[in-house]
């Protein structure tokens, strides 16, 4: 299959598109090594959608051991050449309550010891890419669009901070990175940004609140449970489908 394709990649708590109709299901294996499951294709909208679980289908794969390469390489081989990032988020700054969904249009990088560039083997070209709006900007306008004409609620900016993992921040951590200027933090949003536009792919993220950061919101000593998470991604992502649909 080699039409152009939107591609969604799921994070947390999104392990499959429910929407798409006649899906054919495909196993990839890259120059990377194989992605982290199948990729469903199918219609949704009347467009052709290709959809894959950063984590496995069964969230078998922790953040900091995703082959982000290969999702991205498996996803442009069948065609892709957009990208939408469903990313699952703490909250930081007032904005970015749970359940908010948002289109941040910048990011920082706090991972390390992964694999983050496709100029590694030797004898590939060095690339210096142009990574000054992490996220391509049409994209986001298409976006942003698509969620204005279905009515979904959907912040408009932010600045993502992505972290290691897998484990939660301190509130020392999450204070710093406010102090940095983040807005959202995540496990996932790089080197997923940065490998995607060194493959030449259009990228976007739409994260998904899924509760306040760690000290961030109105009850400083709250406790982040997975059963928390889990509900509201649920909650927030109800609307996702029908962007997904006007994209
Ligand atoms: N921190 C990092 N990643 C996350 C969080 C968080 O609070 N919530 C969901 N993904």
Same mark, same amino acid.
């Given at each position: 299959?080699?039409?152009?394709l939107?591609?969604?990649?799921g994070?947390?708590?999104?392990?499959?598109?429910?929407?798409?109709?006649d899906?054919?299901?495909?196993?990839?294996?890259?120059?990377?090594?194989?992605?982290?499951?199948?990729?469903r294709?199918?219609?949704?909208?009347?467009?052709?959608?290709?959809? *894959? &679980?950063?984590?496995?289908? /069964?969230?078998?794969?922790?953040p900091h051991?995703?082959n982000?390469?290969?999702?991205? %390489?498996?996803?442009?081989?069948?065609?892709?050449?957009?990208?939408?990032?469903?990313?699952?988020?703490?909250?930081?700054t007032?904005?970015?309550?749970?359940?908010?969904l948002?289109?941040?249009?910048?990011l920082?990088d706090?991972?390390?010891?992964?694999?983050?560039?496709?100029?590694?083997e030797?004898?590939t070209?060095?690339?210096?890419?142009?990574?000054?709006?992490p996220?391509?900007?049409?994209?986001?306008?298409?976006?942003?669009?698509?969620?204005?004409?279905?009515?979904? %609620?959907?912040?408009d900016?932010?600045?993502?901070?992505?972290?290691q993992? =897998?484990? *939660?921040?301190?509130?020392?951590?999450i %204070?710093?990175?406010?102090?940095?200027?983040?807005?959202?933090?995540g496990m996932?949003?790089? =080197?997923?940004?940065g490998?995607?536009r060194?493959?030449?792919?259009?990228?976007?993220?739409?994260?998904?609140?899924?509760?306040? %950061?760690a /000290?961030?919101?109105?009850d400083?000593?709250?406790?982040?449970? *997975?059963?928390?998470?889990?509900?509201n991604?649920a909650? &927030?992502?109800?609307?996702?489908?029908?962007l997904?649909?006007?994209?």
């Amino acid at each position: 299959m080699t039409s152009p394709l939107l591609a969604v990649i799921g994070g947390t708590g999104l392990y499959a598109l429910g929407e798409l109709q006649d899906i054919e299901s495909h196993q990839p294996v890259t120059k990377y090594g194989a992605p982290s499951g199948p990729v469903r294709i199918g219609t949704l909208g009347g467009h052709r959608v290709a959809f *894959l &679980a950063r984590h496995g289908e /069964g969230h078998s794969v922790p953040p900091h051991q995703v082959n982000y390469r290969a999702n991205l %390489a498996a996803l442009r081989a069948l065609g892709a050449t957009r990208v939408l990032a469903l990313n699952t988020v703490g909250g930081i700054t007032e904005r970015f309550g749970p359940r908010v969904l948002a289109c941040p249009e910048q990011l920082i990088d706090y991972t390390w010891g992964r694999v983050s560039t496709i100029c590694e083997e030797p004898g590939t070209d060095v690339l210096h890419v142009d990574f000054g709006d992490p996220y391509t900007p049409a994209l986001r306008a298409a976006v942003l669009s698509a969620a204005r004409r279905r009515g979904i %609620a959907l912040v408009d900016g932010g600045c993502y901070g992505a972290t290691q993992g =897998p484990r *939660l921040e301190t509130k020392a951590e999450i %204070a710093r990175m406010r102090r940095d200027g983040c807005d959202l933090v995540g496990m996932t949003g790089m =080197p997923e940004a940065g490998l995607a536009r060194e493959m030449g792919l259009e990228y976007a993220c739409l994260a998904i609140v899924a509760n306040w %950061a760690a /000290g961030a919101g109105p009850d400083v000593d709250e406790v982040i449970t *997975l059963d928390d998470v889990l509900a509201n991604v649920a909650a &927030a992502s109800s609307g996702i489908p029908a962007l997904v649909a006007g994209l």
